[in-house]
């Protein structure tokens, strides 16, 4: 992907060197460790609830190390957008934590958009992939989907 279609910072902390040193506020695991660590504690106990759905902590692992596996196979790289549209679902779960797993930027649409919004919304976006709900579904061992992109 070219650099102009990469998604850049709009805002920069003039402290931001300060933050970034060490003991400062953002001397903090990233989100992604903090989660990952949290599913592997839970382990075979339930993570998260999804309707009827019950998924632990190790299940939510596999489905994200699959997942992030399947965006590198499909050429995505650190810094490249990824969008899907779904609800609050395991799945929009698992879209963020792959993204955030390879340092893809994470680009979810409204679920309530039109099929014209969505068309806008990528144009703008302008992502290296656009996963669909099969794409994330659990895969019981299988290689991933390939997904639409």
Same mark, same amino acid.
Request: charged share 20%.
């Given at each position: 992907?070219?650099?102009?279609?990469?998604?850049?910072?709009?805002?920069?902390?003039?402290?931001?060197?300060?933050?970034?040193?060490?003991?400062?506020?953002?001397?903090?695991?990233?989100?992604?460790?903090?989660?990952?660590?949290?599913?592997?504690?839970?382990?075979?106990?339930?993570?998260?609830?999804?309707?009827?759905?019950?998924?632990?902590?190790?299940?939510?692992?596999?489905?994200?190390?699959?997942?992030?596996?399947?965006?590198?196979?499909?050429?995505?790289?650190?810094?490249? *957008? /990824? $969008?899907?549209? !779904?609800?609050?679902?395991?799945? %929009?779960?698992?879209?963020? &934590? #792959?993204?955030? =797993? +390879?340092? *893809? /930027? $994470?680009?979810? !649409?409204?679920?309530?958009?039109? %099929?014209?919004?969505?068309? &806008? #919304?990528?144009? =703008? +976006?302008?992502?290296?992939?656009?996963?669909?709900?099969?794409?994330?579904?659990?895969?019981?061992?299988?290689? #991933?989907?390939?997904? +639409?992109?």
């Amino acid at each position: 992907m070219t650099t102009a279609g990469r998604l850049q910072p709009t805002f920069v902390s003039p402290r931001a060197a300060a933050y970034r040193e060490p003991g400062g506020p953002w001397d903090q695991p990233t989100l992604n460790a903090l989660l990952t660590d949290a599913a592997k504690h839970a382990g075979d106990r339930v993570l998260v609830v999804d309707g009827d759905r019950r998924v632990s902590g190790s299940e939510l692992l596999e489905r994200v190390d699959a997942t992030a596996s399947m965006l590198v196979a499909r050429g995505v790289e650190a810094g490249d *957008a /990824v $969008a899907w549209q !779904l609800g609050n679902c395991v799945e %929009a779960i698992v879209a963020f &934590r #792959a993204c955030w =797993r +390879i340092g *893809a /930027v $994470a680009a979810p !649409l409204h679920i309530a958009f039109t %099929a014209a919004e969505v068309d &806008r #919304a990528l144009a =703008r +976006i302008n992502p290296a992939i656009v996963l669909t709900p099969t794409d994330l579904a659990p895969t019981s061992g299988r290689p #991933a989907t390939p997904i +639409i992109g």
